[in-house]
């Protein structure tokens, strides 16, 4: 093994000016059945969910970014190199983390990770060095030196996360990161992608059928269904969208607020005897309603936007099943 | 930079050379092959039967010792490219065939079963790099007991009997590598392909056997039944066999025949099947690993 090191020195691609995954009617079949049909868009956030039900090709679209099957039609692009012609390079800033268990046999989880270091480029001293630095980052210091053989499914999880970061990749596939993970390892877990999302210094795309994982961890969402991209939003713009939608909690009578409300041109439903629902026009703000509301004699107790739920945007995806 | 930092970093350094990374492969399997102390064990004798071929060398050359252990020189085998066909290369080939099927049927078979191979693959490591890898832990391993202690004791016979010797016998070190790598080349890309379609260790031992042997037993019987030397062609030992008579140029020999006129005559008659013929099957056989390779050796594979 070489110990000097070449002086190519690693290039960090910057998403100002491309994003991170540009997909271009990306399509991908086996045997002649669509696995992936014609998915198009730009995928630019720091952490971008990728959502569906079980079949939707949410890992074979991931294994396409990666390069490990040809798209049939259409091509993708991460950091704005095309997944057909540059993979070898897309590969230098890419971690990947896989869904089942994936080791080396006989090897120490230092080592293991080390030896994955080497293989993405770095020479001997910096990769245990790194090795080292991954395994306290995800918690695996005190165990670093025990063979894999013998950890629990939660310490795989965690070291096939700092195989997934010891080289410093720029962007990180992480399929299913918390599956088999009892609450507190799946919170511990959630805890480092964010910190990840939160240095700055990385992509995160999270493949996961828990939406309160992704919930957690993402900025952006995209939803698959059948092969097909039904949804690509902002979650919080998502919600932000929503909040013309109130639930206020009163104490009065209430006929004469809701007609007043009416005649402003709000929609609304009563929902019991002392709530009801608001649609807010355009030109209405929230202390218009107080005013409204001390002038009819009814005291507002509780105000609550209705926001949508990630769960809300997954299920209106999946009936819609269109972009 | 200390060791207890927990945060993310990415990575700013240099990066090792893009065509040595091959060789992280074999660094780390011969660190795991030498742990065992029966491999190691085995190894070391493997460099016994040449050190016995260089005290023969000597003693060829040693008219003192001769005398003194009392043996004549008519004796002793001469030294030319039969002894090191026979007493080198064929011996040290088949010890690299044992100690082959000792290392090499686990080495993707165990990859395949972890599913380290999209591991392996979402980095920039090529398919290419990682049989490449795979099949220098054979290379280095067989190389330390065939070719390289064959040209040592080359050129051990070479300094006694002078450089004359030396320039009239090219061809042998020619012979004894080449001969040497189109088997060990073999024996790599055979391991290596039984190893990624029969994960069971103890099978694919087992398969590498009746891979060697039984071809062996079915190129007998047909040679007999057909009274032919076409046989050959059904098994890799005959092969490699005809093929290192080649190279050492000990393939054809002078026989006596019957001409057509009842008189007998001495004429060059070839000892198998044609040359050519053996070295195309031999190129079938790698041909076909690599296919056999090519369909394993996959981060995942798609199921029809």
């Known amino acids: 093994m070489p110990d000097t090191a070449e002086s190519i020195k690693i290039s960090p691609p910057t998403n100002a000016d491309h994003p991170v995954i540009d997909l271009q009617r990306l399509s991908v079949t086996f045997g002649g059945r669509p696995i992936l049909r014609e998915l198009n868009g730009e995928l630019r956030g720091r952490a971008i969910g990728l959502l569906g039900p079980n079949g939707a090709g949410k890992t074979t679209l991931i294994h396409t970014l990666l390069g490990f099957h040809a798209p049939s039609s259409g091509t993708a692009h991460i950091f704005g190199r095309d997944i057909r012609g540059d993979a070898n390079q897309i590969k230098r800033f890419i971690g990947y983390m896989p869904e089942r268990d994936a080791f080396i046999a006989k090897m120490s989880c230092v080592h293991f990770v080390r030896f994955m270091a080497e293989l993405s480029g770095l020479p001997p001293g910096a990769a245990l060095e790194r090795a080292h630095e991954a395994l306290f980052f995800v918690g695996l210091g005190e165990a670093r030196y025990r063979n894999l053989d013998t950890f629990s499914l939660g310490m795989k999880q965690l070291a096939k996360l700092a195989q997934a970061i010891v080289h410093g990749p720029k962007l990180i596939f992480l399929d299913e990161p918390t599956n088999g993970l009892d609450p507190p390892a799946r919170t511990r877990m959630i805890k480092m992608i964010r910190e990840i999302r939160d240095s700055g210094e990385a992509n995160i795309v999270l493949s996961s059928h828990l939406l309160r994982d992704v919930e957690e961890c993402c900025e952006e969402i995209v939803i698959l269904k059948d092969g097909r991209l039904v949804t690509y939003c902002n979650i919080e713009e998502e919600r932000r969208a929503n909040k013309k939608f109130l639930m206020l909690e009163t104490r009065g009578d209430l006929k004469p607020f809701v007609s007043v409300m009416s005649d402003i041109g709000c929609e609304y439903a009563i929902a019991g005897d002392h709530r009801v629902k608001l649609i807010l026009q355009e030109h209405t703000e929230v202390r218009d309603i107080y005013k409204l509301a001390a002038k009819a004699n009814v005291q507002i107790r509780r105000l609550s936007y209705k926001r949508d739920s990630l769960e809300d945007i997954f299920l209106k995806a999946m009936e819609s099943g269109t972009v | ?304």
């Open chain 2, 1 to 304: 930079m200390a060791v207890l930092e927990r945060t993310y970093k990415p990575y700013a350094g240099t990066l090792a050379p893009e065509w040595s990374r091959f060789l992280i492969i074999p660094r780390d399997a011969l660190r795991d092959v030498f742990r065992s102390k029966i491999f190691s064990g085995l190894f070391a004798l493997a460099f016994l039967w040449p050190l016995v071929c260089a005290i023969l060398i000597y003693l060829h050359h040693n008219v003192n010792a001769l005398a003194t252990m009392q043996i004549p020189l008519r004796d002793l085998l001469s030294i030319d490219s039969s002894f090191f066909r026979l007493w080198i290369i064929v011996p040290q080939g088949y010890l690299g065939f044992f100690l082959a099927m000792l290392v090499a049927p686990s080495q993707v078979s165990r990859d395949l079963t972890n599913n380290a191979l999209p591991l392996y693959l979402s980095r920039p490591f090529t398919r290419t790099e990682y049989v490449v890898g795979k099949m220098s832990i054979v290379i280095i391993l067989l190389s330390a007991i065939t070719w390289i202690p064959g040209l040592i004791l080359f050129l051990l016979q070479s300094s006694l009997e002078g450089w004359s010797w030396f320039s009239a016998n090219i061809p042998i070190a020619s012979a004894i590598f080449i001969g040497s790598l189109v088997w060990i080349l073999l024996l790599a890309l055979l391991t290596q392909a039984i190893s990624a379609w029969v994960r069971w260790r103890l099978a694919s031992r087992a398969a590498l056997l009746g891979v060697f042997f039984i071809p062996t037993v079915l190129a007998g019987i047909v040679n007999e039944i057909f009274a032919t030397h076409w046989g050959d062609l059904l098994s890799l030992q005959w092969l490699i066999w005809n093929v290192w008579s080649g190279l050492f140029g000990e393939y054809q020999e002078q026989r006596f025949y019957i001409d057509r006129n009842g008189v007998e005559q001495l004429g060059t008659a070839l000892n198998g099947p044609p040359l050519w013929s053996c070295w195309l099957v031999l190129f079938l056989i790698c041909a076909a690993c690599l296919a056999l390779l090519s369909r394993k050796v996959k981060a995942y594979e798609v199921v029809k």
